[in-house]
Every structure is written in structure tokens, then in C-alpha cells.
């Protein structure tokens, strides 16, 4: 139905800067709200942000002034930019949307996750 495949993880000095990209692919009708959550070892994954299709976001306040959500509507793509990143950020970054899609003999809205990325910051 929706795959969504993530890039741009890596190691980063304190106070530098990553780009996190992902693209869904599939058969839907329309993504909806898409995100990036992210997870550390022995943590709960937590919502980083989120931006619906009319471009509203939300960010967790341990990220606000230093990441910012994009999406691109007609690429079905979203963008996390990471700037002053802290060893704090360090996590398993995971993109997430919701989906329109077809699901038995109806019509539903699912959601769907990627595989995951790596982000780790040094201090």
C-alpha cells in the first residue's frame, strides 16, 4: 500500500546540522499527516514533528527554534532540517504518514512507518 523509505541519518558533531528526507510510495489516495518520530535506547518513541497537508506543523518543545518540518504535496516527501543538534537528539529517527488508501471493500485511513535512521550526535 504505502512504503516510505528514509535518508540523510548519520553521526554529527554538537551543534551541527543533519537533513532528514522521506518519500512514500504506493497505492493511496491521498497522505495525509506526515511526521518524524524518533526513539532512543530504552525510550518510548516520541513525536520530533509533525505537518499536515495544508502545512500546519507541530514540534515537540525539545526541538522548537532548531528543526523544521517541509513537506512537498506533490512528491509525496517530507524533510526534517536539524540544526544546533544536541547528544540529546541522538535516536532512531522514523518517518511516519497517514494514508487514504483501500483497505477491504471500503476505503480507510492508515498508518504506516518507515524503517528507520540512524542520528547520532557526538558531544
Known amino acids: 500500500q504505502v512504503q516510505l523509505v528514509e535518508s540523510g541519518g548519520g553521526l554529527v558533531q554538537a551543534g551541527g546540522s543533519l537533513r532528514l528526507s522521506c518519500a512514500a510510495s504506493?497505492?493511496?489516495?491521498?497522505?495525509?499527516?506526515m511526521g518524524w518520530y524518533r526513539q532512543a535506547p530504552g525510550k518510548q518513541r516520541e513525536l520530533v514533528a509533525a505537518?499536515?497537508?495544508?502545512?500546519?506543523?507541530n514540534y515537540a518543545d525539545s526541538v522548537k527554534g532548531r528543526f523544521t518540518i517541509s513537506r512537498d504535496n506533490a512528491k509525496n516527501t517530507v524533510a526534517l532540517q536539524m540544526n544546533s543538534l544536541k547528544p540529546e537528539d541522538t535516536a532512531v529517527y522514523f518517518c511516519?504518514?497517514?494514508?487514504?488508501?483501500?483497505?477491504?471493500?471500503?476505503?480507510?485511513?492508515?498508518?504506516?512507518w518507515g524503517q528507520g535512521t540512524q542520528v547520532t550526535v557526538s558531544s
Open positions: 511516519h504518514a497517514t494514508a487514504r488508501v483501500v483497505a477491504g471493500t471500503g476505503i480507510s485511513e492508515l498508518d504506516y
Open positions: 504506493g497505492s493511496f489516495f491521498s497522505i495525509n499527516a
Open positions: 505537518i499536515t497537508s495544508g502545512s500546519t506543523t
